[in-house]
């Protein structure tokens, strides 16, 4: 998947800027994909010389004007074609399991910490979309929300399903470090 098509949904309800766009990075869209500042504007920029996006002036006091982009049609038909394809199989490179792979030679104890640490940062994830999903959805009727609602709900179980499986396998592989099971 292209970065452009992470951009073209994000400006699939709202027009943003680029900055605005950056800003999802570090909140919600940044929690399945990353992209700098500079990649976001660079691909910006790059979509709109295909006609995939527009921007309109917004003029600023004292400041550097702003952009602010929109879907155009060809963006919008491009995206729904993107939609349709089947999604690519995902590629994981996990540093963590080829440490683990070679863990023979640190031995169980270095094993531990990584995979404590990894576990830590997961459960912080856990509790953070465990957060949201209360404040947002606890109370709420599925059918009564926005579709937008409904489809970023869905997005947010997916990462619980995954922060908590991770959490329950670093569980079980430190158990069976700790025993001398493994190395």
Do not use: C
């Amino acid at each position: 998947m292209a970065l452009g098509n992470v951009l073209l949904v994000a400006l699939l309800h709202k027009e943003a800027t680029g900055y605005e766009i950056t800003r999802e990075f570090d909140s919600t869209l940044g929690h399945f994909w990353q992209a700098s500042h500079q990649q976001v504007y660079r691909e910006l920029g790059k979509l709109e010389s295909e006609g995939l996006v527009a921007y309109r002036d917004i003029k600023q006091e004292g400041r550097p004007d702003k952009k602010r982009y929109r879907l155009t049609a060809n963006g919008r038909r491009a995206l729904k074609a993107w939609l349709q394809e089947p999604p690519a199989t995902r590629r994981v490179n996990d540093e963590l399991l080829v440490k683990i792979l070679g863990g023979e030679i640190v031995g169980a104890e270095m094993l531990q910490a990584h995979i404590a640490a990894k576990r830590i940062e997961q459960e912080h994830r856990l509790e953070l979309f465990q957060g949201i999903e209360r404040e947002y959805y606890k109370g709420s009727k599925l059918e009564d929300l926005s579709t937008e609602m409904r489809l970023l709900y869905l997005t947010l179980r997916k990462g619980i399903f995954v922060a908590q499986a991770f959490v329950d396998w670093a569980r079980e592989a430190e158990s069976l470090l700790r025993r001398g099971r493994i190395v």
